[in-house]
């Protein structure tokens, strides 16, 4: 079934930590995005890609990097996890700008 | 600041009744969409209305765009206990896109 994969499904990661939260898509959608979900505060972008080689910065960009060597991949890397980092990470892909986003099923991250 | 913002913030109807919820947004847009999210798992689409349409029905779902106010609302008729979820719309201005904060439905048998 074609779609949006995320991985793992949650996890609880020490502080100081390096994480990388790994988001596939079959759909061969250009754009893809990071976001993160928080009791109160909605879905705050992270980073996006509009398509395989760039990046930018979303609205919350701080602590988190991403790559996109190709259309299909789009890791989400924290370098040294943070308790605040502690959320819901979902990824999203979209075919074209002005279309639907297709979302993953989230990453639940608990950082202790 | 959010793009989008929901109001209410909660609601909590019987089976069979409507169930509205509206998002105002703060810029123009090129369209506006709604999206369901079930407990645990990921937003998924609902319904996008154009920023030259006023209305769009698909299934149960009625959706209006309003763009002098800057606001749209989101209508589903005769609910089912399966349409609990929370409800979110997206403001689409050319590929910025603002999610409002969301309106968590409970629809009770």
């Known amino acids: 079934i074609a779609g949006i994969t995320q991985a793992p499904t949650s996890q609880i990661l020490a502080a100081g930590r390096r994480m990388t939260l790994r988001c596939t898509q079959d759909m061969r959608h250009n754009a893809m995005y990071w976001y993160r979900q928080d009791l109160g505060l909605g879905l705050r972008l992270i980073h996006y890609?509009?398509?395989?080689?760039?990046?930018g910065k979303g609205e919350v960009p701080d602590g988190y990097s991403v790559s996109r060597a190709n259309t299909d991949d789009f890791p989400l890397t924290l370098a040294s996890a943070v308790p605040s980092q502690t959320s819901v990470y979902f990824c999203?892909?979209?075919?074209?700008?002005?279309?639907?986003?297709?979302f993953g099923n989230g990453t639940r991250l608990t950082v202790t | 600041s959010q793009q989008g913002e929901e109001d209410p913030q909660a609601l909590s109807i019987q089976e069979g009744e409507n169930a509205t919820m509206n998002c105002s947004y703060k810029t123009s847009i090129n369209n506006l969409q709604w999206y369901r999210q079930n407990s645990g798992r990921g937003l998924v689409h609902l319904i996008l209305?154009?920023?030259?349409?006023r209305e769009k029905h698909s299934g149960r779902l009625r959706v209006t765009l309003d763009t002098s106010k800057k606001s749209s609302s989101l209508l589903i008729t005769a609910s089912r206990a399966a349409d609990t979820a929370s409800y979110f719309c997206m403001a689409d201005s050319w590929g910025k896109l603002q999610f409002g904060a969301g309106t968590q439905v409970v629809v009770t048998p």
């Open positions: 999203a892909s979209q075919r074209d700008e002005g279309s639907p986003l297709h």
């Open positions: 890609s509009n398509t395989a080689g760039t990046t």
């Open positions: 209305i154009r920023s030259n349409e």
